[in-house]
C-alpha cells in the first residue's frame, strides 16, 4: 500500500513538474507589446540553423535593439550563442529585420533583449522564429 501511493506520488509530481516547464517550439511567430530591455522570449527546439525576425517595430524615440540568443541548458547556465543588432524594422511598419545563427547544437533556445537604443520599451509588430535554413 505505502509504495503505491509512493508512485502515485511521484507520478503526479513528475507530471506536474513537465507541465510547469517552459514550452518549446520549432517555428513560431507572435508580437511584443511595451517590452524591455531584459525580455526573454518563448523557447523553441533547434538544431544547426535560427533566424529570428522582428517585423514593424516601435516606439517613440527607439531607433535599435540589440538581440541576444540563448541556449536553454538544463540545471545549468545557459551559454550565450552572439547578437545581433536590429534597425531596419524601426523604419516602418512592414520594415524587417533578422539575424541568423549557424552550427548551433540541439537544443532549446530563446532570445533575450539587450539595449534599446533611444527608449527604454518597445514593440513589434510580429516576431518570427525560423529553425530552417532551407528557407
Sequence with gaps: MK????AVVGGT???LVLTLAPSAYANWS??????????????WDDEQYSE???????????????VNLWEDVS???DNYKGDATFTNCFNSSTAVSAGEWHNL???DF????GSIGGSNQMWAR???IDTTAAD
Design 3 to 6: 509504495k503505491s501511493r509512493i
Design 13 to 15: 509530481l513528475a507530471t
Design 30 to 43: 507572435s508580437s511584443m507589446s511595451g517590452v524591455m530591455s531584459g525580455f526573454e522570449s518563448s523557447r
Design 52 to 66: 529570428i525576425r522582428f517585423t514593424g517595430c516601435d516606439q517613440g524615440y527607439a531607433t535599435s535593439v540589440d
Design 75 to 77: 540545471l545549468n547556465y
Design 105 to 107: 547544437p540541439v537544443n
Design 110 to 113: 530563446y532570445f533575450k533583449l
Design 126 to 128: 510580429n516576431v518570427y
